[in-house]
């Protein structure tokens, strides 16, 4: 995958969320090390909201996080070219074709392999559909796209939201297949947020999030 012995730690010190995002993230500290965790709780707990400050979508009311030699605060480019997160659902990509979504988001990760995303289109059901727009697939084709890439992006902190939901059984298992090597591989950093654990798949760490 281009990852080489890659095996970074997500050190958070203070994180806060900001504003009336979920009050409730104040001064989170965490040491995450390669592996995939589990962020989960309630509906409205935050789990998005700290997978966005995770990935400097959100700007912290306070704290900071390290990650190799990338800091936030800091340099937020740096950052974003090592921490993968999208969100399948933005109506931006709809009149994109997969082939051009992972075109343009191929440049933004310096490890991103192309061998191992075409090797990942089959197995996730996606090679028929490669050249049709993102509006025109079923919610769960239009996920597997980003999981895709996500495995292909090489990223040092990959942030999954619910990444089972609308997933039919055989992608569920290729899923949880991919998801399992890469606990086992311990390259990368993968945190999943969801409110359950992913099937058979060995957890770093959980996180449960209090609600409101």
């Known amino acids: 995958e281009g990852d080489g012995e890659l095996r970074p730690v997500l050190m958070i ?4 969320a900001p504003g009336p ?19 989960t709780g309630e509906e409205g707990c935050g789990k998005t909201t700290l ?3 995770l990935a400097a979508d959100l700007g912290a009311a306070a704290g900071h996080m390290q990650l190799g030699p990338h800091r936030m605060p800091g ?18 990509f709809d009149g994109l074709t997969p082939r051009a979504f992972i075109d343009r988001l191929a440049p933004r990760h310096p490890r991103f392999c192309q061998a191992h995303c075409l090797a990942l ?35 040092a902190l ?23 090597e890469q ?13 359950e654990a992913p099937a058979g798949v060995p957890l770093a760490s959980t996180w449960t999030l209090a609600g409101p």
């Open 13 to 16: 010190r203070g994180l806060s």
């Open 21 to 39: 995002q979920a009050p409730w993230l104040r001064d989170l500290d965490a040491d995450l090390p390669a592996g995939v965790h589990l962020v």
């Open 51 to 53: 997978l966005r400050l």
């Open 75 to 92: 340099d937020a480019g740096a950052w974003q070219r090592e921490v993968f997160r999208v969100d399948m659902g933005d109506p931006s």
């Open 121 to 155: 289109l089959d197995p996730a059901g996606l090679t028929p559909h490669m050249d049709k727009q993102m509006f025109m697939l079923s919610a769960g084709s239009r996920r597997k796209v980003g999981l895709v890439a996500a495995f292909a992006s090489g990223a």
């Open 158 to 180: 990959t942030l999954l939201d619910q990444p089972l939901a609308a997933l039919d059984a055989p992608s569920t298992r290729w899923l949880l297949g991919l998801l399992s």
């Open 183 to 195: 606990a086992a591989r311990r390259q990368r950093i993968w945190v999943v947020a969801d409110h």
